[in-house]
């Protein structure tokens, strides 16, 4: 059938159209075939109420999340208990992690709503890393790793 209806375009159609008509749909291919992915950070705080054992609960419950949507991670930190600028819902630290993952952009959102609720987190920023951003974060993580070692 796939010829049948090449050899109809052949005869509808000069050359010019049967090659723009074969470019449309080799774009479509790749996008449905191969998705894009981009490279983002999503920092987070847990309330810190929790006790070690909860924390490592809710980083493995986003860290899973992510992994079964397909992510790759290209870092991840635990910061540790810091003191927040401000309170939020009375309380005046948190524990931080950072996450630095590539994903499909459409991934992005259901995990800001695993975020929304889940009632542990306590704020939440994802963002999308330009070319800049991704050498600085490799730049960042170099330094970080040669600290360790000293």
């Not at 309170?87 to 695993?114: A, C, M, W």
């Not at 890393?129 to 040669?146: H, M, N, P, T, Y």
Request: net charge positive; proline share 3%; glycine share 4%.
């Amino acid at each position: 059938m796939w010829i049948l209806i090449r050899i109809n375009f052949n005869f509808l159609f000069g050359i010019k159209e049967i090659l723009f008509c074969l470019i449309i749909e080799f774009n479509l291919f790749l996008q449905t075939k191969y998705r894009f992915m981009n490279q983002y950070e999503a920092v987070f705080i847990l309330n810190p109420v929790l006790s070690e054992d909860q924390i490592k609960e809710a980083v493995k419950k986003f860290e899973t999340f992510l992994n079964d949507k397909g992510a790759k991670f290209v870092n991840k930190e635990n910061w540790g208990l810091k003191k927040l600028a401000y309170p939020i819902q009375n309380k005046k630290s948190g524990f931080y992690h950072l996450f630095e993952f590539t994903v499909d952009p459409s991934i992005i959102g259901p995990l800001e709503v695993e975020f929304r609720r889940d009632e542990r987190v306590m704020r939440y920023l994802t963002v999308k890393l330009d070319k800049f951003a991704i050498e600085w974060a490799k730049k960042r993580v170099k330094k970080i790793k040669s600290k360790i070692k000293s």
